[in-house]
């Protein structure tokens, strides 16, 4: 593709096309910049994971610098792989060990505070 000041190499350099775009989601995007600014986030998606398109690959990059090639997979399958394998794992498992020290604290506790007081005569025969 041949680079100069009017070619366009991402969506968010189409300001008036996108004025236009989110006019009926009824999101108040008053200053174009908010636009640019939230789309630039999927932009750092795909030049990070090499992706373009959720649920089937696209041919090229729309948030993120056509120039760079070609992307190599879906966006789905490495946010998804990304959130499991990484911070949401991490999470769950503090969560499940923090769960079960309190869930062996709690039965500690109840042994201590709910147990019969053994009485000096019982366990003891009656002599006659």
Partial sequence: MVNSSSTVT????????????????????????????????????EKDYKCSGMCTIKN???FSDINIGAPEKTCFDVIKDDLILG????????????????????????GLCCRKNMNARQGQTKQF
Avoid: M, P, W
Wanted: one cysteine or more; charged letters at 20%.
């Fill in 10 to 45: 991402k969506v968010q350099q189409c300001t008036s096309y996108l004025e236009s775009a989110y006019a009926d989601y009824g999101v108040d995007f008053s200053d174009i910049n908010d636009i640019i600014e939230y789309l630039d986030y999927f932009g750092e998606i």
């Fill in 60 to 62: 090229k990059y729309y």
């Fill in 87 to 110: 911070d949401v794992r991490n999470y769950g498992i503090g969560y499940t060990v923090s769960g079960s020290i309190l869930f062996i604290i709690f039965f500690i506790q109840y």
